[in-house]
T-cell receptor, first 111, second 113 residues
């Protein structure tokens, strides 16, 4: 069965630190990849997506993600986090219209 | 502005009672989805619909049902609520495209005592 793994359950960083959240999936065919963010008390919002083309995609608020097909990975990065980035981050993979989510990574940014 | 509205936002019910969570979207999206969010599991798909009169079971459909009588609404019914169904429920919708970029509602927090 296809699955999506987010290896970091809770990440705590200080402001200005760099961020990388891991996401791996288990499926060998064509996929569409997403990162969603859920700020405290809010609903999920799309952060960025990859369908095809340049494997380095840029999203809102300075986030980017890189699709590495050989590693089945789509890691999320941000060079310098802010306190307002405190949220839960979900990786999602769309395989033949079946959208699967990872368990989520809670990011806490200390001011 | 288009939106997805879920109601109620919070509900407490007792084991064995029937509960219906409403989802209404004004995006005119064909696709609608129900997910539950639990700690350590992320979001898991309960049911989904690709159009009027179309419903499909997701990963965790046992104990839940949906109906799609129009484009805007996909109510989720728990026929006989169980404590294991205590969760936060999210409705989402997407355009009729293969990419399925989801737009989410604000969520409904259900507690089954």
């Amino acid at each position: 069965a296809q699955s999506v793994s987010q290896h970091n359950h809770h990440v705590i960083l200080s402001e200005a630190a760099s961020l990388e959240l891991g996401c791996n999936y288990s499926y060998g065919g064509t996929v569409n990849l997403f990162w969603y963010v859920q700020y405290p008390g809010q609903h999920l919002q799309l952060l960025l997506k990859y369908f095809s083309g340049d494997p380095l995609v840029k999203g809102i608020k300075g986030f980017e993600a890189e699709f590495i097909k050989s590693k089945f990975s789509f890691n999320l990065r941000k060079p310098s986090v802010q306190w307002s980035d405190t949220a839960e981050y979900f990786c999602a993979v769309n395989i033949n219209n079946d959208m699967r989510f990872g368990a989520g990574t809670r990011l806490t940014v200390k001011p | 502005d288009a939106e997805i509205t879920q109601s109620p936002r919070h509900k407490i019910t007792e084991t064995g009672r029937q509960v219906t969570l409403a989802c209404h979207q004004t995006w005119n999206h064909n696709n609608m989805f129900w997910y539950r969010q639990d700690l350590g599991h992320g979001l898991r798909l309960i049911h989904y619909s690709y159009g009027v009169q179309d419903t499909n079971k997701g990963e965790v459909s046992d104990g839940y049902s949906v109906s799609r009588s129009n484009t805007e609404d996909l109510p989720l019914t728990l026929e006989s609520a169980a404590s294991s169904q205590t969760s936060v429920y999210f409705c989402a919708s997407s355009e009729n495209s293969g990419a399925n970029v989801l737009t989410f509602g604000a969520g409904s927090r259900l507690t089954v005592l």
